[in-house]
């Protein structure tokens, strides 16, 4: 990250700060204080929270109810979501185009509520949803069916078979010991399988999709797409060239 600020000449510091969803209020009463922070960019748990702290949203934050970067303009802080738009991307980049698709998606939080809106305004399909929190890929299915009534949104099992793509939005595979987010084993080598964990870049659900003679993307990818979209948000040009 500093590498790249440097080679594109910035007079600028990307920070890592750790804050506790607790504490995010007080930390952000002391972050928008400073005057020479110019942008933000949140991860989980996050994203929800800092939304209601905006004067403006852009079109994805506002459809999504979530944010994960920020900016401060004359008129206060505003800011937009990149998750979704930045998986698309790397779908795209990695060869793979969602629309037509019928996507099974596991994880619904902030970064799934984003890709499962990017992925149906991509044109997927169908979109089948599956979490493990009791009512949310009911109520998120039920969001991009009104948003977006041509691609068929639905609450379905962890089960691959019959799905071009798969879509791991879960934070399984982040630690060692993680179960998969769905049986590798009922995989067929014409689907893809994507992921959004960056580190480790394969990560144990990619390496058994490997096993299976089907494509992956890593988070890599969407990192990359994202990060590219979040660079020209803050005014950052030439991050992806």
Request: aromatic share 4%.
């Amino acid at each position: 990250m500093e590498r790249r600020i440097a080679r594109l000449g910035l007079d600028a510091v990307f920070v890592p700060l750790e804050v506790p969803a607790a504490d995010l209020a007080a930390a952000w009463a002391g972050l928008s204080r400073i005057r020479n922070l110019d942008g933000v960019v949140l991860t989980m748990p996050h994203k929800q929270a800092v939304v209601p702290w905006l004067a403006a949203l852009g079109p994805m934050a506002r459809l999504t109810g979530v944010a994960n970067t920020l900016r401060r303009t004359p008129g206060g802080w505003e800011g937009d979501m990149f998750d979704g738009e930045g998986f698309v991307a790397g779908l795209r980049a990695a060869g793979h185009d969602p629309a037509g698709l019928r996507v099974l998606q596991l994880g619904c939080g902030g970064a799934g509520r984003a890709i499962a809106f990017a992925l149906a305004r991509a044109g997927a399909a169908a979109l089948d949803l599956s979490d493990a929190a009791p009512g949310r890929a009911g109520a998120l299915a039920a969001e991009v069916a009104v948003a977006f009534p041509a691609c068929e949104a639905r609450v379905a099992l962890p089960d691959p078979a019959g799905h071009a793509l798969l879509v791991n939005a879960t934070p399984l595979g982040l630690r060692p010991g993680d179960p998969l987010p769905f049986d590798p084993g009922r995989l067929s080598a014409l689907q893809v399988v994507a992921d959004v964990i960056p580190n480790p870049e394969i990560t144990p659900l990619l390496d058994a999709a490997r096993g299976k003679g089907c494509d992956v993307v890593t988070g890599r990818a969407m990192f990359e797409g994202q990060a590219k979209l979040a660079a020209a948000y803050l005014g950052i040009a030439g991050w992806g060239g």
